[in-house]
């Protein structure tokens, strides 16, 4: 059974940053997917970028250069860093797994990951 449990989340001004992790259990080491996705009030669930286990990686066009996923495999853990926050960054992000891997765009698609977490709130204000 895979669990993910996200932290990290809080309040920050506009251009601030925050770090969020993932402490995922239960994932094939060598084959997996994992993304984190952002659902802001009134909003659809959006991806925001996606890893796989040979660490290829896809973000959407709104967070490009500003965040940075990575994952400790050690740690069994997925990080989000968020840098140049903006107030639409604003959301409830959560993270998402699955024990196969996908690659491009497949990523961001939140119909791929059969397993999410319970979401952590990201607030930026201006």
């Known amino acids: 059974q895979v669990q993910l449990v996200e932290s990290g989340g809080g309040s920050v001004q506009a251009g601030g940053s925050l770090r969020l992790s993932c402490a995922a259990s239960?994932?094939?080491?060598?084959?997996?997917?994992m993304a984190w996705f952002r659902q802001a009030p009134g909003k659809e669930r959006e991806g925001v970028v996606g890893?796989?286990?040979?660490?290829?990686?896809t973000y959407a066009d709104s967070v490009k250069g500003r965040f940075t996923i990575s994952r400790d495999n050690a740690k069994n853990t997925l990080y989000l860093q968020m840098d140049s926050l903006k107030p639409e960054d604003t959301a409830t992000y959560y993270c998402?797994?699955?024990?196969?891997?996908?690659?491009?765009?497949?990523?961001?698609?939140?119909?791929?990951?059969?397993?999410w977490g319970q979401g952590t709130q990201v607030t930026v204000s201006s």
């Open positions: 998402a797994a699955r024990n196969s891997w996908f690659s491009g765009d497949l990523l961001l698609r939140d119909n791929i990951y059969p397993y």
């Open positions: 239960g994932l094939y080491s060598s084959t997996y997917s």
């Open positions: 890893i796989n286990s040979v660490r290829s990686t």
